[in-house]
T-cell receptor, first 119, second 113 residues
Framework: GAVVSQHPSRVICKSGTSVKIECRSL??????MFWYRQFPKQSLMLMAT?????????EQGVEKDKFLINHASLTLSTLTVTSAHPEDSSFYIC???????????????FGPGTRLTVL | AQSVTQLGSHVSVSEGALVLLRCNYS??????LFWYVQYPNQGLQLLLK??????LVKGINGFEAEFKKSETSFHLTKPSAHMSDAAEYFC???????????FGTGTSLTVIP
């Protein structure tokens, strides 16, 4: 159990276009989902936290108008990179948890990641 | 604020040798700590987690970690390295006010045949 999928796994787009990445929890309801960005050979950087039905909470320094997050259902969150530029090229990883963000012990289950390349 | 520090960005061990990956944490409250493994171009897989129960935590693939409050450490060990253990390993601490995880910079493990 606790499988998280991402689609697409790889995407190449032209500069100035928008790209949508989907994150789905396949066998559980994810009350909270997270979006991370990972540069080559570096750690994961938390971008934002989204709870189903409410606005995402962005980490400091992350442009919310550029990285649009929608968590419309308990099994789906989307990240849209708007007007993408080459510096947005990165590995984007989502994760999901079951509980509501109250400090607890539930684990984050990670998706396989999406490699975005902006030409 | 919570944070973790991983000492050693690269660790090489011989096949069959002990694996020791270091993680120290900083937390104003009892932390929840995690170790994840990442294979190339893949997401993260949970190895084990510490949630204030037993201080010695056993995980998958023969890994274990010991929570030492006096040393603020949560080092990951495996008695005998296997070639398939070569990967990137991340230590993470859960945020105090929510579910946010904060990751260390990662340790790349190489296993030498």
């Amino acid at each position: 159990g606790a499988v998280v999928s991402q689609h697409p796994s790889r995407v190449i787009c032209k500069s100035g276009t928008s790209v949508k990445i989907e994150c789905r929890s396949l066998d559980f309801q994810a009350t909270t989902m997270f979006w991370y960005r990972q540069f080559p050979k570096q750690s994961l950087m938390l971008m934002a936290t989204s709870n189903e039905g409410s606005k995402a909470t962005y980490e400091q320094g992350v442009e919310k108008d550029k990285f649009l997050i929608n968590h419309a259902s308990l099994t789906l969150s989307t990240l849209t990179v708007t007007s993408a530029h080459p510096e947005d090229s990165s590995f984007y990883i989502c994760s999901a948890t079951r509980d509501r963000g109250i400090r607890g012990t539930d684990t984050q289950y990670f998706g396989p990641g999406t490699r975005l390349t902006v030409l | 604020a919570q944070s973790v520090t991983q000492l050693g960005s690269h660790v090489s061990v011989s096949e069959g040798a002990l694996v020791l990956l270091r993680c120290n944490y900083s937390s104003s409250v009892p932390p929840y700590l995690f170790w994840y493994v990442q294979y190339p171009n893949q997401g993260l897989q949970l190895l084990l987690k510490y949630t204030s129960a037993a201080t010695l935590v056993k995980g998958i693939n023969g890994f274990e970690a010991e929570f030492k409050k006096s040393e603020t450490s949560f080092h990951l060990t495996k008695p005998s390295a296997h070639m398939s253990d070569a990967a990137e390993y991340f230590c993470a601490v859960r945020g105090n006010t929510g579910n946010q995880f904060y990751f260390g910079t990662g340790t790349s493990l190489t296993v030498i045949p």
